[in-house]
Nanobody
Framework: QVQLVESGGGLVQAGGSLRLSCAAS????????MAWFRQPPGKEREFVAA????????QYSNSMKGRFTISRDNAKNTVYLQMNGLKPEDTAVYYC??????????????????WGQGTQVTISS
């Protein structure tokens, strides 16, 4: 079992940046694939980015590629999402998720085993 706690959300103007953090506790963090998802108002949850257990491989949704960067620090049991060039359409609740078997390349929310409570990101125009 792992517990995930996101932080770093807030209100920023379009074009600005935010860095989200997700702190994990519980079972060995370094064996999990970690990902960020988001859920815009009135829409379904969608994949944002994922990072392999070692941090060597990353994957992004096409709409975030080049603007968002996912990374992890296994010594600190933390995964990050650096978001630059933010747009109003990036407004959403952002969730951290963990896949316990270390599988990589999956983007379905249902494939992830543990979730944080979410952090609100609001981008003003």
């Amino acid at each position: 079992q792992v517990q995930l706690v996101e932080s770093g959300g807030g209100l920023v103007q379009a074009g600005g940046s935010l860095r989200l953090s997700c702190a994990a506790s519980g079972r060995p963090f370094s064996s999990y694939t970690m990902a960020w998802f988001r859920q815009p108002p009135g829409k379904e949850r969608e994949f944002v980015a994922a990072v392999s257990s070692t941090g060597a491989m990353t994957q992004y949704s096409n709409s975030m590629k080049g603007r968002f960067t996912i990374s992890r620090d296994n010594a600190k049991n933390t995964v990050y999402l650096q978001m630059n060039g933010l747009k109003p359409e990036d407004t959403a609740v952002y969730y951290c998720a963990a896949e316990k078997d270390g599988l990589y390349g999956i983007t379905r929310a249902s494939s992830f085993d543990y979730w944080g409570q979410g952090t609100q990101v609001t981008i003003s125009s």
